[in-house]
């Protein structure tokens, strides 16, 4: 929470306070390569109904110009919605990574939700009152469309751009944890993009199918009194090679493959983030690995924590006492510390 300035697994504030009290208060110090500190501090309270971030002793106004600020990636069971789950989970996910090391990204969807949101509005006040003209409501709606294009635009091209840098990365994870007996692969659909991606994609192609699109599900979009077009309508497709034989995730992997593919994919977030970012200024990333060995075989289990050991700080649970043995033995005890939570109280242990 004090890192992404809101909790990863998409609760309310209102749900984080503790049963009988009326606020929560959550701090933490950082310190990043270079020995400078962050004092952060997140509050919530019922009184005011608003979240205050302080960085330093100072509010923060702009969560744009915090977040990254203290890079994260987070695993935990609920990721296997990344797979499993909605096609707004995946863009969720992503979505996360990529503004953590770009501010104009993460500024385009506060931005894209903006414009949907007035966009949607329009369209229900329409769809239950018809209080405008044919002419009227085509004139409303083509100024939020003009917009929206500019800002969707943005954003798919960037997420092109991610995916493409991003699938060498999930290609070396993924060959370290099984070798070569899997190939994952990663790719971007899109409404627009129905033709297949193709180095010829730029922004002027982008806008001549975005218009179109926009046109064709005008009347549509009038019935239903909701935008039917644009980036929040996007996925990302998961597939698997094996032997020589492609196959979605989604729909024929096991419950080991899914798990195996989503340590992949966040230790491959790791280390995109730490390639990307300005180390010496926000430090390397956390890593928080919830219930990471959990329907994983003992050999891979080995294979990641031994990997895990190039990583920075990490911070890993686990109900196997045999797990944390056996994590010492790889990192060293020196460089393992340890605490036994008992009714959230934690407690360190030898």
Not at 161 to 178: G, R
Not at 251 to 261: I, P, W
Request: hydrophobic share 35%; net charge neutral; with cysteine.
């Amino acid at each position: 929470m004090l890192c992404y300035t809101r909790s990863f697994l998409q609760t309310s504030d209102d749900d984080c306070i503790k049963y009988g009290f009326d606020e929560f208060d959550i701090k933490g110090e950082f310190i990043n390569a270079i020995n400078s500190r962050y004092n952060v501090e997140y509050k919530f309270g019922k009184d005011f109904y608003r979240k205050k971030i302080l960085l330093d002793d100072e509010n923060i106004s702009g969560l744009s110009l915090f977040f990254g600020r203290i890079p994260l990636v987070v695993l935990s069971p609920g990721d296997i919605k990344i797979t499993l789950g909605s096609p707004a989970d995946r863009r969720r996910n992503f979505d996360i990574l990529i503004s953590q090391i770009s501010r104009v990204y993460y500024d385009d969807l506060k931005n894209l939700n903006r414009l949907l949101k007035q966009k949607n509005s329009l369209l229900r006040e329409h769809h239950f009152s018809r209080k405008y003209s044919a002419t009227e409501i085509k004139d409303l709606l083509d100024g939020w469309n003009k917009e929206l294009i500019d800002t969707g635009i943005k954003i798919i091209i960037r997420r092109l751009n991610f995916v493409k840098e991003f699938q060498n990365y999930m290609t070396s994870n993924f060959k370290n944890i099984l070798g070569d007996t899997y190939k994952p692969c990663i790719s971007y659909e899109s409404e627009l993009l129905e033709d297949g991606i193709s180095e010829s994609i730029n922004e002027s192609f982008l806008r001549e199918k975005f218009e179109r699109a926009v046109e064709m599900k005008s009347e549509l979009e009038l019935k239903r009194g909701i935008s039917l077009v644009g980036p929040q309508r996007d996925d990302y497709l998961f597939r698997m090679e094996k032997q020589n034989n492609t196959f979605e995730l989604k729909t024929f992997a096991s419950q080991g493959e899914h798990k195996t593919f989503i340590v992949a994919l966040k230790l491959s977030e790791y280390v995109y983030l730490r390639d990307k970012l300005e180390i010496e200024i926000t430090g390397e990333p956390l890593l928080l690995l919830d219930d990471l060995f959990s329907e994983l075989d003992r050999n891979r289990t080995q294979k990641i924590s031994w990997i895990l050991t190039d990583y920075n700080q990490v911070f890993l649970t686990t109900t196997e006492v045999g797990y944390l043995q056996e994590l010492k033995k790889i990192f060293g005890r020196d460089n393992v510390t340890s605490f036994n939570i008992i009714n959230g109280t934690a407690k360190a242990i030898q």
